[in-house]
């Protein structure tokens, strides 16, 4: 049997060859184990330290010296199969404490231009979905302009990605309602005062939101089915009560 066939079972190299020569010998001393794994004296003294702390050797004294002793593979599957069932008893409470987890909102915080891209870029990830997002009246430069009429919008259309967008009257939200059919997009207007954004607003699959800041090139999205929902909810309301401007 090679050293390397334990190693799945969580033994590194120096404790299996250290295991199997103790099993092989029986009762031995250190000097013996380690004449026979073929190691150093000084490390056998830590390795078999550390399988007694594992239950895979045991010590006892003989006439003034410390013999170990392999302990019988049998027992030890027994052990393996008695910590098995207790964890297996332990799982219930286990997942519980995962769902828990899995439920809290997770937020990616973006910084620079090239990590915008990617907190941009990251509702391609759900094609043959719908992207519902607000937009402010902020010109874009001239770099970012390139990147969402070249490359952004281009991806979203091939993905099958259909989108609803909300903004102020300005030149940039006319601009995008002329190529609304082509972009698989439809857009409206909110002419009231009070409705000023700053940031832009993703909201898509049925668990993310992002805000992008282009001004700031900075980005946070959320992944949270609750604020998704609350947020497509808002969006709604709100897509409802605007005027389709032709």
């Given amino acids: ?52 702390q594992k239950g895979l050797v045991s010590s006892a004294k003989r006439s003034k010296k410390t013999v170990y002793i392999a302990e019988d593979p049998e027992k030890i599957k027994f052990d393996m199969e008695e910590k098995l069932s207790a964890f297996e008893r332990l799982l219930p409470e286990l997942r519980s404490i995962t769902n828990v987890i899995d439920r809290k909102p997770k937020i990616r915080f973006y910084e620079g231009y090239e990590e915008l891209l990617e907190a941009v870029n990251d509702s391609l990830h759900y094609p043959n979905s719908e992207l519902l997002f607000w937009f402010p009246d902020v010109p874009l430069n001239s770099e970012y302009s390139d990147f969402w009429y ?24 006319h601009e995008m309602l002329k190529h609304d059919r082509e972009l698989l997009r439809k857009t409206r207007f909110d002419t009231s005062d009070t409705f000023q954004p700053t940031s832009v607003i993703h909201i898509y699959g049925n668990e993310k939101v992002a805000i992008i800041s282009h001004k700031d090139m900075i980005a946070l999205v959320i992944k949270s089915k609750d604020i998704n929902l609350m947020m497509r909810s808002i969006f709604e309301s709100h897509w409802a009560s605007l005027h389709i401007f032709r």
Avoid: F, W
């Fill in 1 to 52: 049997m090679r050293s390397s066939d334990l190693k799945p079972y969580g033994l590194s190299s120096t404790e299996s060859k250290t295991y199997l020569a103790a099993i092989e010998l029986g009762e031995a001393t250190v000097e013996r184990i380690a004449k026979k794994a073929r190691l150093n004296r000084s490390s056998i003294y830590h390795t078999l330290k550390i399988l007694k």
């Fill in 150 to 173: 070249q490359s952004y919008q281009p991806s979203r259309v091939k993905a099958g990605i259909h989108s609803r967008a909300i903004g102020p009257v300005c030149e940039m939200g």
